[in-house]
DNA sequence: TAAGATAAGAGGGACAT
DNA sequence: ATGTCAGTCTTATCTTA
């Protein structure tokens, strides 16, 4: 398996030698699909944007210093007023030095920027804590703090702790990508309480405008499988499970996860692949009762329907 | 021991007041 | 703003095969 920069990508997972690669092509994310290793994320090309091709071009081209980046909280680009000499080392008359030195003072400690800097790196370095320990991919991360930017200028962080609106930030920007994090996973790592995380998190999709994508129950099957133990041709049959019961509209204001974990336990029993509906809905992080309810739907919808 | 059943309670969305 | 309602999911407990 090779991806577009070219470069070989295990295809036997380096930590249980599975062969079960998956790539996810909503969160670009490459896992192992028995253990759920994350084995490759999605390809960011850290190289210049342009290419060059003639000594003249690779070096008007070339980029000076660090790509742009959302997750720095000064985008990289903070200006540092120094007082004393001019670009060239010259002295300066005294009328400027004083100048400048009052603006240094204006910059460093007056008003907005302080705070604001200050309170932006701060989330940007819990950004980077939790996407480190959830294995969330950089470009989700930037999402998030894209949002986080937005969230902090509608004044939507004050009176809230920075950290609970940068993992609802963090959470938003997974299920923007589709990428298959739950609520509690992110709160797991987080002093937040599940309850505000899921509020911040409404608070921001509500007051910026954001555009959920239709969460989509097939997307969760490979996790669950993969925590579970769960082979791919099962997988492919609960993924059909769920493409019937969506067509059937039984799927409408159920848990997608809900949803995934019946349908891959049905895809099991029927498989013969045995797993009880406890070891589905631990995988899954619903109860055993919502899977046995989901069951029992899907059943109903599907078994005299016809299928088999 | 796994699966099924039942009940109470929590939290949020829709809608009306 | 606040209350009510229907519906979902969770937690807990008991029964069944």
Not at 123 to 140: D, F
Request: hydrophobic share 35%.
């Amino acid at each position: 398996m090779v991806n577009t920069r070219g470069e070989l990508v295990p295809y036997i997972c380096p930590e249980c030698r599975s062969k079960n690669i998956i790539h996810d092509d909503e969160s670009g994310e490459t896992i192992c699909s028995n253990c759920g290793l994350v084995i490759a994320e999605p390809n960011l090309d850290t190289g210049p944007e342009r290419r060059a091709f003639t000594q003249t071009e690779r070096e008007t081209r070339t980029r000076v210093g660090m790509p742009l980046s959302f997750s720095l909280y000064d985008k990289g680009l903070s200006t540092v007023i120094r007082i004393g000499r001019d670009a060239y080392g010259r002295e300066l008359p005294l009328k400027t030095r004083k100048q400048m030195l009052r603006l240094r003072r204006w910059q460093n400690s007056c008003g907005v920027h302080a705070s604001v800097d200050k309170n932006l790196a701060q989330a940007m370095a819990e950004l980077e804590r939790l996407s480190e320990r959830l294995h969330i991919p950089s470009p989700i991360q930037e999402t998030a703090a894209v949002i986080y930017r937005k969230a902090l200028k509608k004044g939507l962080v004050r009176g809230r702790s920075i950290s609970a609106i940068a993992a609802a930030s963090l959470y938003a920007a997974c299920r923007l990508t589709q990428a298959p994090r739950t609520l509690r996973e992110l709160a797991s790592h987080t002093p937040i309480d599940k309850k505000d995380l899921a509020k911040y998190y409404r608070l921001l999709v509500r007051v910026l405008d954001l555009r959920m994508p239709v969460a989509n129950s097939q997307l969760r099957v490979p996790k669950i499988a993969a925590l579970a133990g769960v082979g791919e041709e099962t997988q492919r049959m609960a993924v059909e499970i769920l493409r019937e019961a969506e067509r059937l509209k039984a799927t409408s204001g159920r848990n997608p996860m809900g949803l995934a974990a019946a349908a891959l336990y049905i895809a099991c029993l029927e498989n013969g692949e045995n797993r009880t509906q406890k070891v589905i809905a631990d995988a899954s992080g619903v109860t055993e009762v919502t899977v046995r309810n989901r069951y029992k739907e899907l059943k109903e919808i599907l078994g005299n329907g016809g299928m088999r």
